[in-house]
């Protein structure tokens, strides 16, 4: 059973930053999209950012873009999101999810079979 475990979170202020990292027991973890979503009290979960199986395609909701970035380490299972000047509105419950259809990079949800437990990001004012 593939497994994902976020880790990472935390409560910070205004301004600061925060890394996420997201390890995936699955070893063809090299064959899968990796998303990163989050999900605030009372919202749908959303998209935040998309890596394709090898690094080389990333996507960004344009709610964070130019702050957020994510990366992976196909050698030690690894997923990241580097937040930098991190908002209220930034403010979640963070999950990575992996897509096994290698070809896709997606925004939806529904494409992303597995999920980790996620980690909270609270950023105050």
């Known amino acids: 059973q593939v497994q994902l475990v976020e880790s990472g979170g935390g409560l910070v202020q205004a301004g600061d930053s925060l890394r996420l990292s997201c390890a995936v027991s699955?070893?063809?973890?090299?064959?899968?999209?990796m998303g990163w979503f989050r999900q605030a009290p009372g919202k749908e979960r959303e998209f935040v950012a998309g890596?394709?199986?090898?690094?080389?395609?990333?996507v960004i909701a344009d709610s964070v873009k130019g702050r957020f970035t994510i990366s992976r380490d196909n050698a030690k299972k690894t997923g990241s999101l580097q937040m930098n000047n991190l908002k209220p509105e930034d403010t979640a419950v963070y999950y990575c999810?992996?897509?096994?259809?290698?070809?896709?990079?997606?925004?939806?949800?529904?494409?992303?079979?597995?999920w980790g437990q996620g980690t909270q990001v609270s950023v105050s004012p």
């Open positions: 699955e070893p063809t973890f090299n064959l899968y999209t």
């Open positions: 999810a992996l897509d096994m259809n290698v070809l896709r990079l997606s925004d939806a949800t529904s494409d992303y079979m597995y």
């Open positions: 890596i394709n199986w090898n690094g080389g395609r990333t």
